[in-house]
């Protein structure tokens, strides 16, 4: 009987948390939809009176933008700059303290 139980409570949890799981994706999608439903109607109203479109944007203060500047400067750079456009390594992936052959390793079969 405590087998019983215990497995009912057992189901019963987990289809507590996915009736949640549901509930929250379908309040995210509803959210979405509202969202593009009020950009849509504010697109066709822009249309109706002949202006141009204009997108929704995020307003950034010039500190901000400093900031993320500074960010990305001390990142490296933009992340989507090919590897090839960077110059050869005078190492060519060697380090210095290990480029005599290793000798501690011994082989063996794996079986």
């Known amino acids: 009987m405590n087998d019983f139980f215990s497995s009912l409570t057992r189901f019963v949890l987990r289809l507590l948390l ?4 549901l ?15 009020v950009w849509a109607l504010r ?4 249309r109706i009176t002949g202006r ?8 950034m203060s010039q500190r901000t933008a ?3 500047a ?3 400067q001390r990142a490296g750079g933009f992340a989507d700059t090919p590897a090839s456009d960077a110059p050869p390594s005078k190492r ?3 380090l210095p303290q290990v480029a005599a052959d290793v000798t501690d ?5 794996v079986h």
């Open 23 to 37: 509930v929250f994706l379908c309040s995210v999608l509803v959210v979405a939809s509202a969202l593009a439903l």
């Open 105 to 109: 390793v011994q082989a063996r079969e």
């Open 43 to 46: 697109a066709a109203w822009a």
């Open 66 to 68: 400093a900031t993320w």
């Open 70 to 72: 500074s960010m990305r």
């Open 18 to 21: 996915v009736v949640a799981g």
């Open 92 to 94: 060519s992936g060697v």
């Open 52 to 59: 141009p479109v204009s997108p929704w944007v995020m307003p």
